[in-house]
């Protein structure tokens, strides 16, 4: 057999294995709110990986499935800070440690980051204790997050959420 007919082999087997087993770690959620626009918009689709839920190699401005502490809901949010940081909001920017984060997500590419909340927005200094995540809308004005409900511990987040080359499907 040549070299081309193995790798056909392999690529549909993987396809089987992804359509039969994929759902145990996978699946697509539908997001129902704007508030992760635009990166995910509201109605679209994206895809979450449960295989990856609590692991402690998450990376500030991941996308996770988070559930709410004491409620069933489930949300889309960004992990922001993790344990033994400082997250803090002064005018509506993000700093940790005392250094303002870089959100390049708040906007599209190519275009000016929106003005969404002419008020500035504050948030005080709090850090981030045990083994949990401190987790944020894209849109700041109105969606829950962490700053209603506090920082998540890692095994309420239920799973990793990306999207096909930035794109929702």
């Known amino acids: 057999m040549g070299w081309f007919f193995k790798l056909l082999i392999v690529f549909v087997l993987m396809a089987v294995a992804a359509v039969l087993g994929g759902s145990q770690y996978s699946a697509g959620v539908i997001m129902v709110s704007p508030a992760m626009e635009p990166a995910i918009p509201e109605g679209a689709r994206a895809f979450v990986n449960y295989s990856s839920a609590g692991l402690s190699n998450l990376k500030r401005g991941q996308l996770v499935l988070v559930r709410v502490p004491g409620e069933e809901t489930v949300l889309i949010r960004r992990a922001m800070a993790f344990k033994g940081e400082t997250v803090e909001i002064n005018n509506s920017e993000v700093f940790i440690n005392g250094t303002k984060i870089a ?4 906007h599209a590419p190519n275009t000016e980051p929106r003005i969404e909340n002419p008020m500035p927005e504050y948030y005080p200094s709090t850090q981030i204790t045990g083994d949990e995540v401190f987790v944020l809308a894209d849109v700041r004005r109105g969606p829950r997050d962490s700053r209603h ?11 990793r959420v990306w999207t096909l080359f930035g794109m929702t499907f």
Do not use: A, C, N, T
Request: cysteine-free; proline content about 7%.
């Open 103 to 106: 959100e390049p997500w708040l």
């Open 149 to 159: 409900f506090g920082s998540v511990k890692r095994e309420l987040i239920l799973g």
